[in-house]
């Protein structure tokens, strides 16, 4: 018995650490948003987020008791709500641990019924139940932070001219928030915000590099902390950092480019030997059955994992590249 929890254990490992090793740190507007969006380029300003929080709280208040028992069972739940809204949507923590623990009873559930063994059951099923909920939400974030990337040297351009025709910082930025559409024009949107407020630029900027953790922004705003300390012309260092971050991001993708062959082989030798197993296994299960009961199989299956996961770490190394 103690065995084929071995090779249970094995196997999610090596899953778990070939995920770990391959992944990296929206789409068109809704009717909906659009319709936010022109209330608050149009609008009062100071209503349009008074409504928001007041829409914030309300649905504070409705949030039923069964999400609040479900957000109590996920681990480190303020990291994860952190990555929640690195995703610019509105996704209660109750609700994505009520998808994760339903794809974990639907394929538990739907192994066991085929004839698989509990143990295997359990863990493939607890193994997808946490990685494609987290895959998702890491999918959504790139994206975001994909688009963010691609329009902030445009704003920054934006805050150049602003400036050089003789606006100061604070109303630059009030402009880029009302003027650049997506996820740059929120962000700023909510700087402005919070300057409305009574919080300092600096320290609205910091909440905002910290909760996007994107280097990009982290130099925008490391930037403008220099300069105020040394002084300068603030114009001509923020148009220096634009055209900085848009040779990094063309080197990005020149880099993306150059290893795209190289990470597609890592991944085909990497996932081969787990998809011939499961081929191997639908053709003939009893052949793939002594896997889970013969001892000398079980030790070899599990050396064999090991190696892999070696492997696949080492090629999962060999082909990511930090700019």
Do not use: C
């Not at 504070?60 to 999400?67: L, P, W």
């Not at 863990?123 to 909920?133: D, E, H, L, N, R």
């Not at 982290?218 to 105020?228: D, E, P």
């Amino acid at each position: 018995m103690l065995m084929p929890i071995l090779f249970a254990v094995a196997v999610f490992g090596v899953l778990a650490l070939g995920y770990m090793a391959f992944s990296g740190p929206s789409p068109a507007k809704t009717v909906k948003r659009r319709l936010e969006l022109l209330r608050e380029r149009h609008g009062d300003a100071m209503t349009a987020s008074a409504q928001a929080q007041i829409r914030k709280l309300f649905a504070s208040r409705n949030q039923n008791k069964v999400e609040s028992a479900l957000s109590s069972l996920v681990p480190k739940p303020a990291l994860l709500k952190l990555r929640l809204e690195q995703t610019g949507r509105d996704i209660p923590l109750g609700k994505y641990a009520g998808v994760s623990i339903g794809i974990f009873v639907v394929i538990a559930a739907g192994l066991a019924f085929k004839g698989a063994p509990i143990l295997l059951a359990i863990m493939f099923a607890a193994f997808v139940a946490i990685g494609v909920p987290h895959m998702a939400i890491g999918f959504l974030i790139k994206q975001r932070l994909a688009k963010f990337n691609t329009n902030f040297p445009d704003a920054i351009e934006l805050m150049v001219r602003g400036l050089r025709s003789g606006l100061p910082i604070t109303e630059t930025l009030g402009i880029v928030g009302s003027e650049i559409p997506g996820p740059v024009g929120l962000e700023f949107r909510a700087v402005a915000d919070k300057m409305k407020i009574g919080r300092t630029m600096e320290a609205a900027l910091q909440d905002t590099a910290d909760r996007m953790g994107t280097p990009e922004f982290q130099f925008f705003v490391i930037t403008l902390a220099i300069q105020r300390e040394t002084g300068g012309n603030l114009a001509e260092t923020l148009s220096n950092l634009a055209d900085v971050l848009r040779k990094r991001a063309q080197m990005k993708l020149k880099i993306k480019a150059m290893s795209s062959e190289s990470k597609a082989s890592a991944m085909i030798v990497g996932s081969l030997p787990f998809i011939v197993f499961v081929l191997v296994w639908m053709v003939n299960p009893n052949y793939m059955t002594g896997f889970f009961v013969d001892q000398r199989l079980m030790i070899a299956g599990m050396g064999g994992l090991i190696w892999m996961s070696i492997g696949v770490f080492i090629m999962a190394k060999m082909v990511n590249f930090e700019i």
